[in-house]
């Protein structure tokens, strides 16, 4: 059966001539880069956090009037090309949030004003949920999507190096070394993400935009070579019930049915892990003598004091539940070190399953990315052996890149010894993937994890935590037909 069905498990299928996974933002940078200097006349993009400071080609060094920052470029292609309308749709996040982004994108509106780029705060969600859609699209021919926002403190390499210059911030700090993930693709579902994207500023601002032009010419980076070729693309949301709209909760089920559909790897990128719904669909696979190995990739810690009581507590009792399950040790919950022990933040959002599936997006393995905040990603489903390597290649070559190793070395492991899992404890001779372990409970912590404090499920909840719990372990129950036995609340 297939995986992805439309109106359920996605909103719609599109094809794409093309399409690419781009790992970190080093590639994503340098691809949005090119694609903007060929965009000729509509540049659309919806993000949980932008700064026009950004800098995509960093050399280590910043100075007045970067060249290279997204704010300056964008403003000049606006002046330079009049019929080039640029739209930037970004969530008016919350002023503790706001705060420690230097209160962007809100300085942003400033950075715009008198230009011709028309930057606007969208807050036309529930109170306590944000936008975390990451969409570009340029000219409809063009669409990127996946976990990575534009801000300058998100670029960095596949090397992860233990120090790099070009991680450096407008106030001559450097950040930490950080891991993402986006899917391009062109053709029809290009022009779908557009549709996604104006339905987005309607709602935001009430204006109507009009769909563009046909115009000449391939936005299409042209250093970055197309992995996939005449594929079927899958889009999925996450859009919370507001204001008369349904909840879609497109990306949850989707999850699940992935979960049911995996014959031998679920593999797992992703920035939290709290959902006890997600979390028991993986836990009756693992029950399963000939289920499928996953391989869960997260941060060590989150970075900050709330998302490390919130969610990484609660990611705690959920991997103490998987390894419950695990009787016959095909689970590993890993996060990713430097060649020098330091953290490297996994921000992105993958999931593959076997070789057959491939999903890029925004949304996180919590309860409010499948209901409560608005999300997107891009999926597909392989239909050919070419496909199918392709898949593969991918998902080997994330696992590789942690690791130092080359995806080739990780087919090759996996080809002599049966598994990804044995794979990876094969070739992590430097242990540059750790075990996540959960963190230490306290008294204030169990209060936290046991109510899913930070962490809703959808409206409903939203203000209710003695609620979400009851729902969602009852939600997970029901998903397997017995108690949730082994989750440390």
Request: charged letters at 30%.
């Given at each position: 059966m297939?995986?992805f069905?439309?109106?359920?498990?996605?909103?719609?299928?599109?094809?794409?001539?093309?399409?690419?996974?781009?790992i970190d933002n080093?590639?994503?940078?340098?691809a949005?880069?090119d694609?903007?200097?060929k965009?000729?006349r509509?540049?659309?993009?919806?993000g949980?956090?932008f700064d026009?400071?950004t800098?995509l080609?960093?050399?280590?060094?910043?100075?007045?009037?970067?060249?290279?920052?997204?704010?300056?470029?964008?403003?000049?292609?606006a002046?330079a090309r009049p019929?080039?309308?640029?739209?930037l749709l970004?969530w008016?996040?919350?002023?503790?949030?706001s705060a420690?982004?230097?209160f962007?994108p809100h300085?942003a509106r400033?950075?715009?004003?008198?230009?011709?780029?028309?930057?606007?705060l969208?807050?036309a969600?529930?109170?306590?949920?944000?936008?975390?859609?990451?969409?570009?699209?340029?000219d409809?021919?063009?669409?990127?999507?996946?976990?990575?926002?534009?801000?300058?403190d998100?670029?960095?390499?596949?090397a992860?190096?233990?120090?790099?210059?070009?991680?450096?911030?407008p106030k001559?700090?450097?950040h930490d070394?950080?891991h993402?993930?986006?899917?391009?693709?062109?053709?029809?579902?290009?022009?779908?993400?557009?549709?996604l994207?104006?339905?987005?500023?309607?709602?935001?601002?009430?204006?109507?935009?009009?769909?563009?032009?046909?115009v000449?010419g391939?936005p299409?980076?042209?250093?970055?070579?197309?992995q996939?070729?005449?594929a079927?693309?899958a889009i999925?949301?996450?859009?919370p019930?507001w204001?008369g709209?349904?909840?879609v909760?497109e990306?949850?089920?989707?999850?699940?049915?992935?979960?049911a559909?995996?014959?031998?790897?679920?593999?797992?990128e992703n920035?939290y892990?709290?959902?006890p719904?997600?979390?028991?669909?993986?836990?009756?696979?693992?029950?399963e003598?000939?289920?499928p190995?996953?391989?869960?990739?997260?941060?060590?810690?989150?970075?900050s004091?709330?998302?490390?009581m919130?969610?990484?507590?609660?990611?705690?009792a959920?991997i103490w539940?998987l390894?419950?399950?695990?009787v016959?040790?095909?689970?590993?919950?890993l996060?990713p070190?430097t060649?020098?022990g330091e953290?490297?933040i996994v921000h992105s959002?993958?999931?593959?399953?076997?070789?057959?599936?491939?999903?890029?997006?925004?949304?996180?393995l919590?309860?409010?990315?499948?209901g409560?905040?608005?999300e997107?990603?891009?999926?597909i489903?392989?239909a050919?052996?070419?496909?199918r390597v392709?898949?593969?290649?991918?998902r080997?070559?994330?696992?590789?890149?942690?690791?130092g190793?080359?995806?080739?070395?990780?087919?090759?492991?996996r080809?002599?010894?049966?598994?990804l899992?044995?794979?990876?404890d094969?070739?992590n001779?430097?242990?540059r993937l750790?075990?996540?372990?959960p963190p230490?409970t306290?008294?204030?912590?169990?209060?936290?994890t046991?109510?899913?404090?930070?962490?809703?499920?959808?409206?409903?909840?939203?203000?209710?935590?003695g609620?979400?719990?009851?729902?969602?372990?009852?939600?997970a129950?029901?998903?397997?037909?017995?108690p949730?036995v082994?989750?440390r609340?």
């Open positions: 297939a995986v069905r439309p109106g359920s498990t996605c909103w719609r299928t599109a094809s794409a001539g093309r399409a690419a996974f781009l080093e590639a994503y940078f340098t949005l880069f694609a903007l200097q965009a000729r509509s540049i659309l993009l919806l949980w956090g026009p400071r800098r080609f960093p050399d280590g060094y910043d100075g007045p009037d970067d060249p290279d920052e997204v704010g300056r470029i964008l403003v000049e292609l002046r019929e080039l309308d640029i739209r970004i008016k996040s919350a002023l503790p949030i420690s982004q230097e962007f300085k400033k950075f715009f004003r008198n230009t011709p780029v028309k930057f606007r969208d807050d969600v529930p109170f306590g949920a944000c936008h975390h859609q990451k969409v570009l699209v340029v409809d021919k063009l669409a990127f999507c996946g976990g990575g926002d534009i801000s300058v998100r670029w960095d390499s596949p992860h190096k233990d120090f790099d210059r070009r991680r450096m911030m001559q700090e450097c070394p950080r993402e993930v986006m899917m391009m693709v062109d053709g029809a579902a290009a022009r779908a993400l557009g549709d994207a104006r339905e987005r500023w309607l709602r935001a601002t009430g204006d109507v935009v009009a769909p563009p032009p046909a000449d391939d299409w980076p042209s250093h970055v070579p197309a996939l070729h005449g079927e693309i999925a949301r996450t859009e019930a204001k709209r349904p909840m909760d990306i949850l089920q989707l999850t699940l049915s992935c979960i559909e995996a014959r031998t790897t679920i593999y797992l920035q892990f709290t959902s719904i997600i979390a028991e669909a993986l836990a009756a696979r693992l029950a003598p000939d289920g190995e996953v391989v869960l990739v997260s941060t060590g810690h989150a970075p004091w709330f998302d490390h919130t969610m990484d507590r609660a990611r705690g959920m539940r390894r419950a399950a695990d016959f040790g095909r689970f590993r919950a996060w070190a060649w020098g953290t490297i959002k993958v999931t593959v399953i076997d070789d057959r599936i491939a999903r890029v997006g925004s949304a996180n919590n309860n409010r990315s499948g409560f905040d608005t997107c990603e891009l999926g489903e392989a050919d052996n070419a496909t392709q898949i593969e290649v991918f080997d070559r994330l696992v590789g890149h942690f690791m190793h080359t995806g080739d070395a990780v087919a090759k492991a080809a002599k010894l049966g598994g899992v044995p794979a990876i094969a070739l001779r430097e242990r750790m075990p996540i372990d230490r306290t008294r204030f912590g169990d209060f936290i046991h109510h899913h404090l930070g962490d809703p499920q959808d409206t409903r909840d939203a203000w209710r935590p609620r979400r719990r009851e729902r969602l372990y009852r939600e129950r029901a998903l397997i037909g017995q949730a082994g989750v609340p």
